[in-house]
């Protein structure tokens, strides 16, 4: 089992930017899809953005094309996600995942993910 330790998130103004990163030890990171869920108070858990294992696909949830990046680094065995034009509506805490072995298609349902992060806070002030 993977253990992932999600970093980089903290209060910004709208229209800022953070970069989250994910490192995971106990297992590497280079066969397997990741991805990023987020939760806001008094929501569900929703998926922001996944990468295949070989970092050729992405795939962005509507509310975060063109404003997030998601990229790997396998030498690093991390997993980062790049946040600019922060809103408001984008606070929450930030999940890291790790999905499935060697998948040509990025996951987007948090049921194809098996190991997670405790997560990181980043709070958009209007």
């Known amino acids: 089992q993977a253990q992932l330790v999600e970093s980089g998130g903290g209060l910004v103004q709208a229209g800022g930017s953070l970069r989250l990163s994910c490192a995971a030890t106990g297992r590497t990171i280079n066969s397997y899809a990741m991805g990023w869920f987020r939760q806001a108070p008094g929501k569900e858990r929703e998926f922001v953005a996944g990468i295949t294992y070989t970092g050729v696909n992405t795939n962005y949830a509507d509310s975060v094309k063109g404003r997030f990046t998601i990229s790997r680094d396998n030498a690093k065995n991390t997993v980062y996600q790049q946040m600019s034009s922060l809103k408001p509506e984008d606070t929450a805490v930030y999940y890291c995942?790790?999905?499935?072995?060697?998948?040509?298609?990025?996951?987007?349902?948090?049921?194809?993910?098996?190991?997670w992060g405790q997560g990181t806070q980043v709070t958009v002030s209007s």
């Open positions: 995942a790790m999905g499935g072995r060697y998948r040509s298609a990025v996951p987007t349902v948090s049921g194809d993910f098996g190991s």
